[in-house]
């Protein structure tokens, strides 16, 4: 049995929550879904994704953490949204980007991701996406278009982010931290280019409204700022 919960307040965003995903409006046409993975380092950590939808179509950046969680998003999008998944990009290799990319393959939902995400998800013994791209590309959802980009490497070699112009909604994924967040996890890191590659997508994007960060609050452009701050000092 599928059991949502939609709650609607004055003053507040809507959002569904299912069992293992939350899907939170952020602005008109996009959504913020929230999954949760579970870490020797850092607990259980809540994961950000992004859906962003236009007439009847919709692209994901980043899957759930697992393949449940893929299954119960995707059933969100159809069925509440009433729109179909054309699209989800995995913005890194790592679990929260596409431990979930399974499902959505099973389902009959195309993928694509940077290049270097194919490569180092098979070598992470992952579920590699089906196509790629080189640095950057543009995707149209509906009759609007999204745009990913890699700007450089941070988080990891293939992190690439991705905007959609239409509402100024920047998905960071783990590039960026919300504020007040600490500098989490490194092992895959580049920390000497980090904020070097968040200047380029400042840069990029200068009239973004909207940030959200691969885990914690969305939020405006100060992300951005916060972020570069955090990882000055480690050159």
Known sequence: MRTYLLVVLLGFSPFIQAQQVLLKQLSENTFVHTSYLQTDDFGHVACNGLVIRNGKQALIF?????????????RLVQDSLRCKIVVVIPTHFHTDCLGGLQAFHEAGIASIANELTLELAKNSQMTVPEFSFHKSFTFKVGQEKVLIKFLGQGHTRDNVVGYFPSEKVLFGGCLIKEI??????????NVETWSKTVKKVKRAFPHVKHVVPG????????????TRKLFLSLI
């Open 62 to 74: 980043d899957t759930p953490t697992d393949d449940k969680g893929a299954k119960e998003l995707i």
């Open 180 to 189: 007040g967040a600490s500098k989490g996890y490194l092992g895959d890191a």
């Open 215 to 226: 885990h914690g609050e969305a939020g405006d452009s100060s992300l951005l700022d916060y």
